[in-house]
């Protein structure tokens, strides 16, 4: 499926954003602050991706991306690196299921040549499980940057065409690790971060972003309509003036 780029046509726009996009940032921060491991903020951070999930589906969003592993999180300390690898495995053993029998599709975006081969396996078995369903989208950004995105599309192009020559947007984009995915038009960063941290560059280009400062184990339904809100507000003109977005009425 072909997907509208925002800087060079209007994507249709509605009161609920088809897709939201979610840098989870402050698990540890959450848990140092009670006084806990780290390892208790990402667990509570994992329970908090099913309530999100679930507030997708109910207010009826297409597309839910989440930022679970930069490429840069490899300078993490080994231990807690190893912590999330063991909860990414535990979280594909235990939610997959349910996803699929909510008619949930699971994506996992990234550079995944790097993860041991068991998790390797995992994420195609699930991927594979739940390709053919047909309801919210959950894509999981591992061990992802935005810069990778770019460059290993580029390299696609190039050997696919054998050529350097100049190439346009509609050749680069449908090879970028998103091609499947509309681009987000909510940008969510939980934690107080006011930045977006090589993720998804090339497809924020228009969205629109909402920063809290709430952890992201604390980030709920709630949350969520809370930002909805903020992005409701918002005019999305891309590139044009207030009078063309509201129309030949007010000319």
């Known amino acids: 499926m072909t997907h509208i780029s925002?800087?060079?046509?209007?994507?249709?726009?509605g009161a609920i954003p088809k897709h939201v996009a979610i840098i989870m940032d402050g698990n540890?921060?959450?848990?140092?602050?009670?006084?806990?491991?780290?390892?208790?903020?990402?667990?509570?951070?994992?329970?908090?991706?099913?309530?999100?999930?679930?507030?997708?589906v109910d207010r009826g969003i297409s597309f839910l991306t989440l930022f679970a592993f930069s490429s840069?999180?490899?300078?993490?300390?080994?231990?807690?690196?190893?912590?999330l690898m063991r909860l990414f495995v535990s979280a594909l053993e235990k939610?997959?299921?349910?996803?699929?029998?909510?008619?949930?599709?699971l994506k996992v975006v990234g550079d995944l040549s790097r993860f041991d081969s068991q998790l390797q396996k995992m994420i195609q078995i699930?991927?594979?499980?739940?390709?053919?369903?047909?309801?919210?989208?959950?894509?999981i950004c591992a061990n992802y940057g935005g810069r990778w995105d770019i460059i290993q599309a580029v390299n696609q192009l190039n050997?696919?065409?054998?050529?350097?020559?100049?190439?346009?947007?509609d050749d680069l984009s449908q090879y970028l690790s998103m091609a499947y995915a509309p681009e987000p038009d909510l940008f969510i960063r939980t934690g107080g971060e006011t930045r977006i941290s090589n993720f998804l560059?090339?497809?924020?280009?228009?969205?629109?972003?909402?920063?809290?400062?709430?952890?992201?184990?604390?980030?709920?339904?709630?949350?969520?309509?809370?930002?909805?809100?903020?992005?409701?507000?918002?005019?999305?003109?891309?590139?044009?003036?207030?009078?063309q977005v509201a129309g030949p009425s007010s000319q």
């Open 6 to 13: 925002s800087t060079k046509a209007v994507p249709s726009t």
């Open 28 to 56: 540890g921060r959450w848990a140092t602050k009670r006084f806990l491991p780290r390892v208790a903020g990402h667990v509570k951070g994992v329970e908090a991706v099913r309530g999100i999930v679930e507030a997708c």
């Open 72 to 83: 840069e999180n490899w300078r993490r300390p080994a231990d807690e690196v190893s912590l």
């Open 95 to 105: 939610e997959v299921a349910r996803m699929h029998a909510n008619n949930i599709r």
């Open 126 to 139: 699930a991927e594979a499980k739940t390709a053919n369903n047909t309801g919210l989208t959950v894509s």
């Open 159 to 169: 050997a696919k065409r054998n050529t350097n020559g100049e190439i346009s947007e």
């Open 201 to 243: 560059l090339w497809q924020l280009a228009y969205s629109e972003f909402y920063f809290t400062e709430t952890f992201w184990p604390d980030f709920d339904a709630a949350a969520l309509d809370v930002a909805i809100q903020s992005y409701q507000a918002r005019e999305r003109r891309f590139g044009r003036t207030s009078a």
